[in-house]
Nanobody, 110 residues
Framework: HVQLVESGGGSAQAGGSLRLSCVAS???????MGWFRRLPGQEREGVAA???????NYADSVKGRFTISRDGAKNTLYLQMNSLETEDTAAYYC??????WGQGTQVTVS
């Protein structure tokens, strides 16, 4: 049974930082995983992805500000978010390439 649990969301000032974590159980990293977000009133969009071989991709809107990483020993995926902007306000989700999703964590930037 695969379970993904996100944490680390909250409120931040514009220009600040937050780090999101996604702990996976029943699923061994490294595999293809990613972070997604749903902005208010919009469809869910991809933010960053990391493949099993370490290749990384970012959405243009977060390049240079967000960093995706993983810790295999802790079976945890991270998203370091720096230089936050009000437009980053969204619910953030981690997901596996084969369709498992976490419950999401809210990020609010003001």
């Amino acid at each position: 049974h695969v379970q993904l649990v996100e944490s680390g969301g909250g409120s931040a000032q514009a220009g600040g930082s937050l780090r999101l974590s996604c702990v996976a159980s029943g699923y061994t990293l490294p595999m293809n995983m990613g972070w997604f977000r749903r902005l208010p009133g919009q469809e869910r969009e991809g933010v960053a992805a990391i493949a099993g071989d370490g290749r990384i991709n970012y959405a243009d809107s977060v390049k240079g500000r967000f960093t995706i990483s993983r810790d295999g020993a802790k079976n945890t995926l991270y998203l370091q978010m720096n230089s936050l902007e009000t437009e980053d306000t969204a619910a953030y989700y981690c997901a596996t390439a084969n369709g498992f999703w976490g419950q999401g964590t809210q990020v609010t930037v003001s």
